[in-house]
């Protein structure tokens, strides 16, 4: 039987995990504008993805414990409106130490650099800042490799201490790391040693 385009894209949602965030532009090799559009209205209806702003959707992660949706991945919310604008981007310091856990600091607001002009997005009522800049390290494949190397580089090599790497090796997929440190090898060398020290952390524990 042949798929509908709303059965592709919930295939494509499903197949991207739960978190995932997305927009119509994920979808755009699947059909025209008007139908994909039409697709996400209804899957949304139907309560099997979550509308987070206009336009923007996700795959709502659960959590067994709480027995409740937990709150978007903003990160992926950024990354997914970077893409339908067609905007490189690089996360700022201070929110990739929010993300990895490195920060007690809940911020009202995340800040990216970006190649597109300066606009903020609000998401359940936080700020997605897009603050126009010349892009120097934008060029990691993973977007974990972009979160750790912002969040070492925030710190600084003084305060990078055994902490900080097992709470980063714990935040990190092990399986991530040989593509991470491939990914990685142009950053800093004092970057780089300590991502090697995070992954190898990781592999004994």
């Not at 899957?43 to 978007?72: Q, V």
């Not at 990216?112 to 060029?139: A, C, K």
């Not at 593509?179 to 991502?195: N, S, V």
Request: charged letters at 25%.
């Amino acid at each position: 039987m042949m798929q509908t385009i709303k059965d592709k894209i919930i295939a494509r949602v499903y197949g991207k995990g739960r978190g995932w965030v997305f927009t119509q532009i994920d979808f755009a090799d699947l059909g025209t504008r008007q139908s994909v559009d039409v697709a996400l209205h209804r899957l949304f209806h139907e309560g099997r993805i979550r509308r987070i702003a206009r336009g923007i959707y996700d795959y709502p992660r659960y959590s067994d414990l709480l027995e409740t949706t937990l709150a978007p991945d903003y990160d992926l919310a950024a990354r997914a409106i970077a893409r339908r604008q067609g905007w490189r981007i690089q996360i700022s310091g201070s929110a990739a130490l929010n993300i990895l856990g490195l920060s007690t600091q809940v911020p009202g607001r995340l800040t990216y650099l970006s190649d597109g002009p300066s606009q903020e997005f609000v998401i359940n009522e936080n700020t997605i800042e897009f603050r126009h800049s010349s892009l120097r390290e934008s060029g990691f494949k993973l977007r974990e490799s972009s979160l750790v190397v912002q969040a070492l580089r925030a710190l600084g090599p003084d305060h990078v201490t055994p902490e900080v790497t097992a709470k980063i090796g714990k935040w990190l997929n092990p399986a991530l790391c040989p593509k991470i440190l491939k990914d990685t090898k142009t950053a800093a060398g004092w970057i780089h040693q300590a991502i090697r020290e995070i992954c190898e952390g990781g592999s004994r524990g």
